[in-house]
Each structure stands twice: as C-alpha cells, then as structure tokens.
C-alpha cells in the first residue's frame, strides 16, 4: 500500500492550490484520511481530517478557507486551499487509515508535497 500526493507549488497570497492523494495497492478499506503539514522549525500538525462517512475536521487557522473531501471508489482524498496566506506554506503530508487485504491495518503517509505561499 502507498499514498502519492500531487499538487503543491508557488502561489501568491489569496491564490488557490488543490491537493491530491491517492492510496493504491492491496486495501480491503480505508477508514480516516487527512492532511498534516509541516513548516520548517516547526511541528507537524493536523490541517483537515475526514472520516469514512464523510464527517470533516479542521484547524482554526484554516477554517473556512480549506475544504477537504474524498473519493472513495478513486481511494483519493482531496484539500482545496483557498485564500492562501504565507503562514500556509509548509511540506503538506497526507495521512490515511488503512486496511489491507491481509485485514492489517495501519496508517500510512504520503510522500509530502510542498506549498510556498509567497507575500
């Protein structure tokens, strides 16, 4: 099982950028997804989260600004980045809890992906 992520770049701030993360290999099912990020110096910390139902979770500094979504028969998970600020860039990191066909189940991560918001 692997996540590839796509869709970083360079934006200015106030632009847009749509995140993509698709899980591929031997899943039974897939259960939460989500998105970390990373800034340099910094911790990794939760951007946006949903579960199997479709149930979303998001930190406040993005709020409103950033909606994830999924799909399920692609087994991809989305993050569409609104009104970018600069305190926005970051590595971007998906996440995603997973059973494979063997019934073991565990998370796994993409591979990052890079957001540079400039001023």
């Known amino acids: 099982v692997q996540l590839q992520a796509s869709g970083g770049g360079l934006v200015q701030a106030g632009g847009s950028l749509r995140l993509s993360c698709a899980a591929s290999g031997s899943i039974f099912s897939i259960n939460d997804m989500g998105w970390f990020r990373q800034a340099p110096g910094k911790q990794r910390e939760l951007v946006a989260g949903?579960?199997?139902?479709?149930?979303?979770n998001y930190a406040d500094s993005v709020k409103g600004r950033f909606t994830i979504s999924r799909d399920s028969v692609k087994n991809t998970v989305y993050l569409q980045m609104n009104s970018l600020k600069p305190e926005d860039t970051a590595v971007y990191f998906c996440?995603?809890?997973?059973?494979?066909?063997?019934?073991?189940?565990?998370?796994?991560w993409g591979q990052g992906t890079q957001v540079t918001v400039s001023s």
């Open positions: 949903i579960t199997r139902g479709g149930s979303t």
């Open positions: 996440n995603a809890d997973i059973v494979n066909r063997q019934y073991y189940r565990r998370a796994y």
